[in-house]
């Protein structure tokens, strides 16, 4: 089987279980935001926090809970060693990069047949040396472990070779230096707050067709300024947790495989809350069921279609 007609279940923004209270606001925000952080620290970053955090299990259990794809938005920070590398969103994490990558393939030693694609983005204050650097350190964390760039291998190829991780990186210039390393992958953002117009959007995205390779339908939602100011005592995970029986119950009406409008890569917020995990776990199910019919079976997107003489039957 392989991993572009497989369904993967992916974290959104994987690190911000370990955002660090006593962090400067990024400096990829307004410059408005990052004053008020300078001026009322005590005032703004618990607010900041409050809608940054999109996970509560740390990288080890979103791997044991069944997460494959991890969304690692990497940053240097300005303050501290030359070196310092941590992951971002709103605000830095305590935790280091190659710690986490450490963690990581620790992890992957301990399940030997187990796959994950790990999405290396955002890059926020890195200078090509700083490229180097990481690129170096997730050759010497992964090794053998790392699936060089090329078409994209079966499972069965990944195991019998040994290898466990596909990684992109949302960087064109250094993928290019480094086999290693494959391109971004597409990731499906709605920048929606309600969840019936984030589905309207990912259902337009599908019209258009899937884009070749790995590509990430985003199920999660997303806070604006007009949101916040009207609900000044919520936090992201209060507007999410009640929409995700709705979310959910998308996820289950998806299809893996390679037809124009099947998913491929759903992530999410707050993993292990309500059924999101199952569910799109269970979507394989749908492909498995699909290997046991007769060849004359074409499956395109949750429906299946009987051909007869080349010409597919009434539905």
């Given amino acids: 089987m392989i991993a572009e007609k497989c369904e993967h279940l992916g974290s959104h923004d994987t690190m911000t279980y370990c955002l660090n209270k006593k962090s400067p606001i990024s400096q ?10 300078k001026v009322l620290p005590c005032v703004t970053r618990p607010v900041v926090l409050r809608w940054s955090t999109t996970q509560v299990l740390d ?3 979103q791997l044991d809970a069944g997460v494959r794809y991890l969304d690692l938005r990497i940053a240097h920070m300005l303050v501290g060693t030359e070196k310092n590398l941590h992951f971002v969103h709103m605000v830095y994490t305590t935790a280091l990069v190659e710690d986490t990558l450490t963690e990581i393939s620790e992890w992957l030693e301990n399940h030997p047949r187990e796959v994950v694609i790990l999405a290396c983005r955002n890059f926020e204050g890195m200078t090509e040396d700083l ?7 997730i050759r010497n964390i992964f090794g053998d472990m790392l699936c060089p760039r090329g078409e994209l291998p079966t499972l069965n190829q990944l195991w019998s070779r040994g290898q466990q991780v596909i990684l992109s990186y949302e960087e064109e210039s250094v993928v290019s230096r480094h086999g290693e390393l494959w391109p971004g992958i597409p990731y499906w953002w709605g920048d929606q707050v309600k969840a019936q117009e984030l589905i309207q959007y990912l259902e337009r995205m599908k019209s258009c067709g899937r884009p070749g390779g790995l590509f990430v339908a985003g199920i999660n939602l997303t806070e604006n300024l007009a949101y916040v100011l009207g609900h000044p005592s919520q936090s992201l995970r209060k507007m999410t947790l009640p929409n995700l029986p709705y ?10 495989g390679p037809g124009a409008r099947c998913t491929n890569i759903i992530a999410g917020d707050f993993i292990g809350a309500d059924t999101f995990v199952g569910d799109v776990i269970r979507l394989n199910e749908k492909l498995l069921r699909c290997s046991h019919v007769p060849s004359a079976a074409h499956v395109e997107c949750g ?5 007869r003489g080349g010409v597919p039957a009434s539905p």
């Avoid at 490229?131 to 350190?137: K, N, Q, R, T």
């Fill in 59 to 61: 990288v080890t259990k």
């Fill in 303 to 307: 429906r299946e279609e009987w051909v």
């Fill in 28 to 37: 990829t925000q307004s410059w408005l935001l990052q004053l008020l952080g």
């Fill in 247 to 256: 979310l959910s119950a998308w996820v289950r009406e998806q299809c893996p």
């Fill in 131 to 137: 490229h180097e650097y990481l690129v170096a350190c």
